[in-house]
């Protein structure tokens, strides 16, 4: 193998793909980047934890077609400070060779067939969604998603197609987020990308400009933006029946500032108990109040105006979690529909026109003065 | 890019364990085998090996398979194929240090013969346990097939134990589980009998001793001894190699030679602990032990008319005669239990030096010196 590309080129496609690279890990090999160039002039660089495999190409001068397996973290220390020339690399029985200016260095790499094979997709069940559109879809829902790995399945991303809606679900079994876009998406597998994969897609959305092709099988879900492809590995469901904790019937609904909210939360949840991060929340005609105590801390209360008519409505909720929901929201304002106390309350945006794209749950906390309710979970974390 | 074995075929690394081998190979082909088994057999009878071996023969592409050349077999041979997953017990050190646990998986792969782990303070916690799980609710990376090998369940701490029930009873459909110990009885009853059992006999003096001269060109009397000491295992064998085992028998055998009903006097004793304690420490003190017990066990086998093949130290027969005659069976015994008594000791991380004095004061003080010594 022998090509030779620009240094800025290198070190940009090198630092997208180191991305995925584990630094720590007992499987050795996998710190390393696979570099494969073709007799078409294309460069390909892997770099997986197994989880994800994320691939790029760009175009060079291929002297020599080739394969070679390169340890990560010393390439790309390297590179980076190589001065902006051209970078000739070639591989030989002792390893790989990289020529730069005056510069001459060898690097000791694992034999390539050690590498993991690319997962292999049949393109059958393929759709293309806006790049914008897929971040924000991530972005709304995968801060939910559970970190507790013995439930695994919802350490994922639900992403499903129902009605022609494409739709993300995640949710800790405390609180639940669903971003949905509406259009015509053709029928589709439903799969649970991990959310860990989802943060490598964010990093990368931040520069796509064009739509993301998605294709899936029961095993891998690939992100093809183009030059790159990321592929993840999916998990096991089922899903929790997400439909059925949505509450219908809440016919109590206040609308507020979104910002104001927010602020007013980020104040008062600086006084909440740190193991429950419980505020208060009493809904009243015309405003809302919030209120936190922690007994080694202090407490605060304060008050926000709520478009609101009706009796009043007690109820406690982890202020972090109310945090997380509304910083991811674009709108100005914020509806908040509940029910009763001890059943969750929906949070979503309220756009200027048409339906909201969001539809956010949180569970309850239960108010000390409040009778014990059954069936109704108090979060603890 | 590097210079490769041609063939990494696991099978012809068995050694005497293809019969087990052909009796997985069976159950494969007639679709009938077991989501999770449980490989028993002493340590170092080549349970991982055999693991490893089935492993490949799942994972290989080839109509001849295990080819032992095709790329799944060969990342299954150098332990780095995405589905096949090696647990091995080890310290907290290794488990906290990637490095230190890849060196610990390079060793064992560039050398299989020797078990993959047996020093204190190995054991397979929690969280390697729920890493298991964790990936086991994924998909298999590179196929329609993964394989976990838990070597040394028997060193699972009890939480870590707890947490495999539920992947051992129901192991993702795609998902084999090979769990490896020395006896069932240090493991979990629960998660027993969770699997199926695979008895992983040891290969028997006669055959462990032609294999150390035939395929680790290791002398006869030598490997004679060495397949005696290790009671058939392989990888025990291996590991008592790098001893000088005959050296050790000879000092120790001298150190513990008093004659019958001569109570030596203390600095005879203390004369007989500096020449040997250098050499008692560590693992050569506790293969000392055994050394030493299968000396006295010649002793009485050689007394009884025994032949010495049937010896484990064939070339001591005249000697282990005079001795045998020389002492009665009662005193024999006792000092068997004394030299039983010392194991133990060391056992307990009790000084070698100290378990060295005491055992040879009351060896050398007949059979009225002071009983339990070493008794916790």
Same mark, same amino acid.
């Given at each position: 193998?022998?090509?030779?590309?620009?240094?800025?080129?290198?070190?940009?496609?090198?630092?997208?793909?180191? +991305?995925?690279?584990?630094?720590?890990?007992?499987?050795?090999?996998?710190?390393?980047?696979?570099?494969?160039?073709?007799?078409?002039?294309?460069?390909?660089?892997?770099?997986?934890?197994?989880?994800?495999?994320?691939?790029?190409?760009? $175009?060079?001068?291929?002297?020599?077609?080739?394969?070679?397996?390169?340890?990560?973290?010393?390439?790309?220390?390297? %590179?980076?400070?190589?001065?902006?020339?051209?970078?000739?690399?070639?591989?030989?029985?002792?390893?790989?060779?990289?020529?730069?200016?005056?510069?001459?260095?060898?690097?000791?790499?694992?034999?390539?067939?050690?590498?993991?094979?690319?997962?292999?997709?049949?393109?059958?069940?393929?759709?293309?969604?806006?790049?914008?559109?897929?971040? &924000?879809?991530?972005?709304?829902?995968?801060?939910?998603?559970?970190?507790?790995?013995?439930?695994?399945?919802?350490?994922?991303?639900?992403?499903?197609?129902?009605? +022609?809606?494409?739709?993300?679900?995640?949710?800790? +079994? $405390?609180?639940?987020?669903?971003?949905?876009?509406?259009?015509?998406?053709?029928?589709?597998?439903?799969?649970?990308?991990?959310?860990?994969?989802?943060?490598?897609?964010?990093?990368?959305?931040?520069?796509?400009?064009?739509?993301?092709?998605?294709?899936?099988?029961?095993?891998?879900?690939?992100?093809?933006?183009?030059?790159?492809?990321?592929?993840?590995?999916?998990?096991?469901?089922?899903?929790?029946?997400?439909?059925?904790?949505?509450?219908?019937?809440?016919?109590?609904?206040?609308?507020?500032?979104?910002?104001?909210?927010?602020?007013?939360?980020?104040? %008062?949840?600086?006084?909440?108990?740190?193991?429950?991060?419980?505020?208060?929340?009493?809904?009243?005609?015309? &405003?809302?109040?919030?209120?936190?105590?922690? $007994?080694?801390? +202090?407490e605060a209360s304060e008050a926000v105006s709520a478009d609101y008519e009706g009796p009043q409505f007690r109820t406690g909720f982890n202020g972090g979690y109310l945090l997380d929901l509304l910083k991811t929201m674009t709108t100005d304002r914020v509806r908040i529909s509940f029910k009763e106390s001890g059943a969750a309350s929906i949070f979503e945006p309220t756009p200027l026109e048409g339906k909201p794209d969001l539809l956010c749950l949180v569970m309850p906390l239960r108010l000390q003065d409040e009778p014990a309710r059954g069936g109704e979970t108090v979060a603890a974390n | 890019m590097s210079g490769e074995p041609e063939n990494l075929r696991l099978r012809d690394r068995l050694l005497g364990l293809d019969p087990v081998l052909d009796h997985l190979s069976r159950a494969r082909a007639q679709n009938r085998l077991a989501q999770s088994y449980l490989f028993l057999g002493p340590r170092g009878s080549g349970k991982t090996r055999l693991a490893l071996a089935f492993a490949q023969e799942l994972f290989c592409g080839t109509v001849a398979s295990p080819c032992g050349c095709c790329v799944p077999c060969r990342q299954v041979a150098h332990l780095t194929h995405p589905d096949l997953h090696l647990v091995v017990p080890a310290t907290r050190e290794e488990t906290e240090s990637p490095d230190r646990m890849a060196a610990l998986l390079a060793a064992y792969a560039a050398d299989p013969y020797h078990p993959p782990f047996g020093?204190?303070?190995?054991?397979?916690?929690?969280? =390697?346990?729920?890493?298991?799980?964790?990936?086991?609710?994924?998909?298999?990376?590179?196929?329609?097939? =993964?394989?976990?090998?838990?070597?040394?369940?028997?060193?699972?701490?009890?939480?870590?134990?707890?947490?495999?029930?539920?992947?051992?009873?129901?192991?993702?459909?795609?998902?084999?589980?090979?769990?490896?110990?020395? #006896?069932?009885?240090?493991?979990? *009853?629960?998660?027993?009998?969770?699997?199926?059992?695979?008895?992983?006999?040891?290969?028997?003096?006669?055959?462990?001793?032609?294999?150390?001269?035939?395929?680790?060109?290791?002398?006869?009397?030598?490997?004679?001894?060495?397949?005696?000491?290790?009671?058939?295992?392989?990888?025990? /064998?291996?590991? @008592? =190699?790098?001893? #000088?085992?005959?050296?050790?028998? #000879? =000092?120790?055998?001298?150190?513990? #030679?008093?004659?019958?009903?001569? /109570?030596?006097?203390?600095?005879?004793?203390?004369?007989?602990?500096?020449?040997?304690?250098?050499?008692?420490?560590?693992?050569? /003190?506790?293969?000392?032990?055994?050394?030493? @017990?299968?000396?006295?066990?010649?002793?009485?086998?050689?007394? /009884?008319?025994?032949?010495?093949?049937?010896?484990?130290?064939?070339?001591?027969?005249?000697?282990?005669?005079?001795?045998?005659?020389?002492?009665? *069976?009662?005193?024999?015994?006792?000092?068997?239990?004394?030299?039983?008594?010392?194991?133990?000791?060391?056992?307990?991380?009790?000084?070698?030096?100290?378990?060295?004095?005491?055992?040879?004061?009351?060896?050398?003080?007949?059979?009225?010196?002071?009983?339990?010594?070493?008794?916790?």
């Amino acid at each position: 193998m022998k090509f030779s590309l620009v240094q800025s080129e290198l070190y940009r496609s090198l630092q997208l793909v180191a +991305g995925v690279v584990p630094t720590k890990t007992a499987a050795q090999h996998l710190t390393s980047i696979l570099v494969e160039a073709t007799e078409n002039g294309e460069l390909r660089f892997t770099g997986t934890d197994l989880d994800a495999f994320l691939v790029t190409s760009l $175009h060079a001068s291929v002297e020599q077609p080739g394969i070679a397996a390169i340890p990560a973290r010393r390439l790309l220390e390297v %590179v980076r400070e190589l001065p902006g020339d051209v970078v000739e690399i070639s591989s030989t029985a002792s390893g790989i060779s990289i020529h730069c200016g005056n510069g001459r260095f060898r690097i000791v790499g694992p034999d390539p067939q050690e590498f993991p094979p690319l997962p292999e997709l049949n393109e059958e069940k393929i759709f293309a969604v806006s790049s914008s559109v897929l971040a &924000r879809l991530v972005a709304q829902t995968a801060y939910a998603a559970s970190t507790d790995y013995t439930r695994p399945e919802q350490t994922a991303v639900f992403v499903h197609v129902v009605g +022609g809606d494409l739709r993300f679900v995640a949710t800790n +079994g $405390h609180r639940l987020a669903m971003a949905f876009h509406a259009a015509d998406y053709p029928a589709w597998a439903d799969v649970l990308v991990p959310t860990k994969t989802l943060a490598v897609l964010q990093r990368l959305l931040s520069e796509a400009q064009e739509s993301v092709s998605i294709s899936a099988n029961k095993r891998y879900c690939l992100f093809n933006l183009g030059s790159t492809r990321l592929y993840t590995r999916l998990l096991d469901g089922p899903f929790p029946p997400y439909q059925q904790a949505i509450p219908s019937g809440c016919d109590s609904h206040a609308d507020l500032d979104r910002e104001v909210l927010a602020a007013a939360l980020r104040r %008062v949840t600086v006084f909440s108990e740190s193991a429950t991060r419980m505020v208060k929340v009493t809904i009243d005609s015309g &405003r809302l109040g919030l209120a936190a105590e922690a $007994h080694d801390v +202090g407490e605060a209360s304060e008050a926000v105006s709520a478009d609101y008519e009706g009796p009043q409505f007690r109820t406690g909720f982890n202020g972090g979690y109310l945090l997380d929901l509304l910083k991811t929201m674009t709108t100005d304002r914020v509806r908040i529909s509940f029910k009763e106390s001890g059943a969750a309350s929906i949070f979503e945006p309220t756009p200027l026109e048409g339906k909201p794209d969001l539809l956010c749950l949180v569970m309850p906390l239960r108010l000390q003065d409040e009778p014990a309710r059954g069936g109704e979970t108090v979060a603890a974390n | 890019m590097s210079g490769e074995p041609e063939n990494l075929r696991l099978r012809d690394r068995l050694l005497g364990l293809d019969p087990v081998l052909d009796h997985l190979s069976r159950a494969r082909a007639q679709n009938r085998l077991a989501q999770s088994y449980l490989f028993l057999g002493p340590r170092g009878s080549g349970k991982t090996r055999l693991a490893l071996a089935f492993a490949q023969e799942l994972f290989c592409g080839t109509v001849a398979s295990p080819c032992g050349c095709c790329v799944p077999c060969r990342q299954v041979a150098h332990l780095t194929h995405p589905d096949l997953h090696l647990v091995v017990p080890a310290t907290r050190e290794e488990t906290e240090s990637p490095d230190r646990m890849a060196a610990l998986l390079a060793a064992y792969a560039a050398d299989p013969y020797h078990p993959p782990f047996g020093g204190a303070g190995e054991s397979i916690g929690i969280d =390697r346990v729920r890493a298991l799980k964790e990936e086991a609710a994924k998909a298999p990376v590179a196929g329609t097939r =993964r394989v976990i090998v838990l070597v040394g369940v028997d060193r699972m701490t009890e939480q870590a134990a707890q947490a495999a029930l539920k992947l051992v009873e129901e192991p993702p459909p795609e998902t084999l589980l090979v769990l490896a110990a020395g #006896d069932a009885t240090d493991i979990l *009853p629960t998660l027993v009998s969770r699997c199926q059992r695979v008895r992983v006999p040891p290969l028997g003096r006669e055959r462990l001793h032609r294999v150390l001269v035939d395929e680790f060109q290791i002398p006869g009397e030598d490997a004679y001894l060495l397949a005696a000491l290790s009671g058939g295992s392989l990888g025990q /064998a291996l590991e @008592l =190699r790098g001893l #000088d085992v005959r050296g050790l028998r #000879d =000092r120790v055998r001298a150190a513990f #030679d008093f004659p019958p009903d001569s /109570a030596a006097t203390p600095a005879e004793v203390e004369r007989r602990v500096r020449a040997l304690e250098r050499a008692w420490t560590g693992d050569a /003190a506790r293969i000392g032990c055994e050394l030493l @017990l299968a000396w006295l066990r010649d002793c009485v086998a050689a007394r /009884a008319g025994l032949e010495a093949a049937d010896l484990a130290n064939p070339d001591l027969i005249d000697e282990a005669r005079r001795v045998g005659r020389a002492l009665v *069976p009662t005193e024999i015994g006792r000092r068997i239990r004394v030299v039983e008594a010392m194991a133990a000791a060391l056992d307990r991380n009790c000084n070698p030096t100290l378990a060295l004095h005491a055992a040879l004061w009351r060896t050398a003080g007949g059979s009225g010196s002071e009983e339990g010594f070493f008794r916790p």
